[in-house]
């Protein structure tokens, strides 16, 4: 089996996919746009050849690096990179070598804009916020906001996160935003709804049936996260309730997902919503095709005493699970920024949590606007830990 992974190297915990899949007997062959020496040593191990371009966003460059591969090992099985931005060129790559075991380019506006996502939700009955196109107009939004009340929320059709997302509280910023947004009519309007977001992150097999199922809880705004600088946290939980495994298994149907890593997100209501649900009850935010981001997949592993790696290159390589889980635990996340002075110093942080702690780094310069500078990631036994992890960690002087 010829697999060609697109950027392994970034998250640079990505080499693990590729490990296991040549611990599969895979042949890994991988393109990137890093000098080939600067690979961490346990990737250039896992790689039968590497194909270095200028540039990823060079969709030529990498083209020409995939024909290659074809030409020197035949017929390629499989592309892939795992990775929110290059979702969709991984798809053009595998319409042009035909390549079926993956999203092709036809399909690939049902995943990445929201206005998509919503028509496969209503076709699967899957509740989810009402939404319209901000390209309708000023006083179509005016309407739907009348209909849904303010506040509502404007966001990127095409985007990962909350970066360029807007609250709008009332007609004067729905104006501002129209004036300001340069690229209003790409944004896509939905009603606000609060609540902690929830996800079902699974590994797929060619029947659209869960190898694996797993839940990390994220907090009730990344928006504000994002735009007013406050401080991360998230924890992966032992359990998942089982509305949410049924409802996470209704969206895999509904959008017709195979043989994937999946990160799809929920809302869990903190209020009753007329039309939606009520107080407890799950609503659809987004889908993601891929792993959820940062560091989560580790996360994963550490909260289920697992490796959803080899899980994952399980189903590429066999369609099936042979990978157990062992002693649940709960993982949590908490990150600091350097613009802030804490309570407890680093090492303070690592002294306390040394037996607890799994994970202990600086961020990745593209990831620091959502998750800070710093992170620290433990395994712990009960949730009044996380909290006190959670605590501890962002106690400000």
Request: glycine share 6%; with cysteine; hydrophobic share 35%.
């Amino acid at each position: 089996m010829n697999f060609v992974f697109i950027s392994p190297h970034f998250p640079h915990t990505y080499w693990q996919f590729c490990q296991r899949l040549s611990q599969n007997g895979v042949r890994v062959l991988a393109i990137a746009d890093v000098h080939y020496d600067l690979l961490q040593p346990e990737l250039k191990e896992s790689l039968t050849e590497y194909y270095r371009v200028d540039s990823l966003e060079n969709y030529d460059e990498v083209y020409r690096g995939v024909a290659y591969f074809a030409y020197r090992y035949g017929r390629i099985d499989w592309i892939e990179s795992n990775n929110e931005y290059w979702l969709e060129q991984d798809a053009r790559l595998r319409t042009d070598f035909n390549v079926v075991t993956g999203i092709q380019s036809d399909r690939i506006r049902s995943i990445k804009e929201k206005s998509e996502m919503k028509k496969h939700y209503l076709e699967g009955g899957i509740p989810t916020a009402r939404q319209t196109l901000a390209s309708a107009g000023r006083e179509v939004v005016a309407a739907f906001a009348s209909e849904v009340g303010y506040p509502i929320i404007a966001k990127p059709d095409v985007g990962v996160g909350a970066s360029g997302t807007y609250k709008i509280n009332n007609e004067s910023e729905l104006a501002d935003f129209y004036a300001k947004e340069a690229h209003a009519n790409q944004y896509v309007v939905e009603e606000f709804i609060t609540g902690e977001i929830y996800s079902y992150d699974a590994v797929i097999d060619s029947k659209g049936e869960p190898l694996f199922e797993s839940m990390t809880v994220w907090p009730p705004s990344i928006m504000d996260i994002v735009n007013l600088k406050f401080d991360l946290s998230y924890y992966v939980d032992k359990e998942m309730p089982e509305p949410l495994r049924q409802l996470g298994r209704r969206t895999v149907k509904a959008f017709g997902v195979v043989s994937r890593f999946v990160h799809l997100e929920f809302f869990r209501l903190d209020s009753d919503r007329p039309g939606l649900g009520n107080i407890g009850d799950f609503v659809a935010l987004e889908v993601n095709m891929r792993p959820a981001g940062g560091y989560t997949p580790d996360m994963i592993n550490y909260a289920h005493s697992t490796d959803v790696y080899k899980v994952w290159a399980d189903m590429v390589a066999f369609d099936e699970l042979r990978t157990e889980e062992g002693k649940p635990y709960y993982c949590a996340f908490a990150s600091r920024r350097d613009i802030y002075r804490y309570r407890h110093s680093h090492n303070e942080v690592k002294n306390r949590y040394s037996g607890q702690l799994m994970m202990c780094e600086r961020m990745p310069e593209l990831f620091s606007a959502a998750m800070g500078q710093q992170m620290y990631t433990v395994r712990l036994n009960t949730m009044d830990e996380v909290q006190e992890f959670i605590n501890y960690v962002h106690a400000k002087q």
